[in-house]
T-cell receptor, first 109, second 113 residues
Framework: RKEVEQDPGPFNVPEGATVAFNCTYS??????FFWYRQDCRKEPKLLMS???SGNEDGRFTAQLNRASQYISLLIRDSKLSDSATYLC??????????FGDGTTLTVKP | DVKVTQSSRYLVKRTGEKVFLECVQD?????MFWYRQDPGLGLRLIYF???????EKGDIPEGYSVSREKKERFSLILESASTNQTSMYLC????????????FGDGTRLSIL
């Protein structure tokens, strides 16, 4: 079993849709959590950190459930420019990250 | 803004060559990492370093070595390149503090012929 598992995807949604990605992690000692975005043939870029109380950044909302070892990312009012692969990332030790394999999102006009 | 710079965006080498991939970060980060990314396999950690002259094996170190002589620079070495090392190589850095995300360079797309 992988340490970090994500929805298999791909997700194909129309513009304006709301879409949610889920991620589970196996190590209960995990301490910090992130969502990254990766465009085709580019490097991963930090989208947002995920806090225990949940956090929002514009159209993006991240949630963490430590008891269930579950992280989510909600994108509201999807834009064409949101098309990318979204990576769930979990840190167990300071600075060392485990990456999920990613979920691909395509937003269509 | 954190800047992680990889020496080449695209590189073509021949089987058996010794290949050097360089990575420099400008934010005085303690931790540096080398990954490779292949379709369907996600990001796989090759080596990482928590400090100058320190190195630790990641998940797939075979066929690679690293060097960290200065804090800002982390080099990945393919001792004798093989075709199965054709991949996208990504360098990242971060502070050695809990809660810090990794910052990536642009990546090097390496082809071994």
């Amino acid at each position: 079993r992988k340490e970090v598992e994500q929805d298999p995807g791909p997700f194909n949604v129309p513009e304006g849709a709301t879409v949610a990605f889920n991620c589970t992690y196996s190590n209960s000692a995990s301490q910090s959590f992130f969502w990254y975005r990766q465009d085709c043939r580019k490097e991963p870029k930090l989208l947002m950190s995920v806090y225990s109380s949940g956090n929002e950044d514009g159209r993006f909302t991240a949630q963490l459930n430590r008891a269930s070892q579950y992280i989510s990312l909600l994108i509201r009012d999807s834009k064409l420019s949101d098309s990318a692969t979204y990576l769930c990332v979990v840190n167990t030790n300071a600075g060392k990250s485990t990456f999920g394999d990613g979920t691909t999102l395509t937003v269509k006009p | 803004d954190v800047k992680v710079t990889q020496s080449s965006r695209y590189l073509v080498k021949r089987t058996g060559e010794k290949v050097f991939l360089e990575c420099v970060q400008d934010m005085d980060h303690e931790n540096m990492f080398w990954y490779r990314q292949d379709p369907g396999l996600g990001l796989r950690l090759i080596y990482f370093s928590y400090d100058v002259k320190m190195k630790e094996k990641g998940d797939i170190p075979e066929g690679y070595s690293v060097s960290r002589e200065k804090k800002e620079r982390f080099s990945l070495i393919l001792e004798s390149a093989s075709t199965n090392q054709t991949s996208m190589y990504l360098c990242a850095s971060t502070r050695h503090i809990e809660g810090q995300p990794q910052h990536f360079g642009d990546g090097t797309r390496l082809s071994i012929l």
